[in-house]
C-alpha cells in the first residue's frame, strides 16, 4: 500500500543512493535503548520493528543503496571509543542518538555526546544528533531543554556549524527524514 512515508522513503533513497558511496558512511552511535537498531530496521524495511536489547557490544554494517551505515550498539563507552578509532577515518558523518524521554540517564548520554564533540578529530565531522521519543510528551524533553541539557547550544550557534540537533519520533516516524537529508548535503 502507498503512503507518503513510502514516497519520502523511496525519494530519499533514490537521491542518497546516486551519490558517492565513500562519502556516505555514517556511524550510527548513542546508548542502548535509543532507538538505534529500530531507526536502522526501519530505513531497511520500511516498516519499524520491536527489537530486543542488545545485550553484547555489537558492530554491524548495512548497504542501503550505495550508502554503508556502520552501527556500534550496546556497549559501554570503552568499547566503543574502541570500534569508533577503527572506523573513524573512513566514515566523515556521525548519527549520536538520544531517548529525549529518558530523563535518568541525559547526563551519560551528554558525557558521552560532549567528549565526541570535545575531540579534535572530531572537529569536522558532521554530527546528526536525534533525540528520539519525542512522542512520550509525559517525560520527553523539548528541544530548548535539551540544548540546555546536553551544553550543545554553541557547538550548534557556530556559524555554517557541522552539528544539527533534530527532535524525532521514530514510532510516529518523524523529524529524522531531514536530518538524514542534511547529514548527507555536509561535506
Request: hydrophobic share 40%.
Amino acid at each position: 500500500m502507498w503512503s507518503i512515508f513510502t514516497w519520502i522513503n523511496d525519494s530519499i533513497w533514490t537521491w542518497w543512493s546516486s551519490r558517492d558511496s565513500k562519502l556516505n558512511t555514517c556511524l550510527l552511535l548513542g546508548l542502548d535503548n535509543t532507538g538505534k537498531t529500530v531507526l536502522t530496521k526501519f530505513l531497511i524495511e520500511n516498516h519499524l520493528i520491536q527489537t530486543i536489547p542488545t545485550i553484547r557490544g555489537s558492530k554491524h554494517k548495512v548497504k542501503i543503496g550505495s550508502t554503508i551505515v556502520t552501527i556500534i550498539d550496546g556497549c559501554d563507552s570503552r568499547q566503543a571509543r574502541r570500534l569508533i578509532c577503527d572506523d573513524m577515518f573512513n566514515s566523515i558523518r556521525l548519527i549520536f542518538m538520544i531517548d529525549a524521554s529518558d530523563r535518568e540517564r541525559l547526563p551519560e548520554a551528554r558525557s558521552e555526546l560532549l567528549n565526541l564533540l570535545q575531540d579534535d578529530q572530531m572537529q569536522s565531522v558532521p554530527i546528526l544528533i536525534l533525540a528520539n521519543k519525542i512522542d512520550r510528551t509525559n517525560t520527553a524533553y523539548n528541544e530548548n531543554e535539551l540544548r540546555d541539557l546536553l551544553q550543545i547550544e554553541k557547538y550548534l550557534n557556530k556559524e555554517n556549524s557541522h552539528i544539527k540537533l533534530c527532535m524525532c519520533s521514530l514510532v510516529y516516524r518523524v523529524g529524522f527524514v531531514d536530518g538524514l537529508q542534511w547529514l548527507i548535503k555536509k561535506s
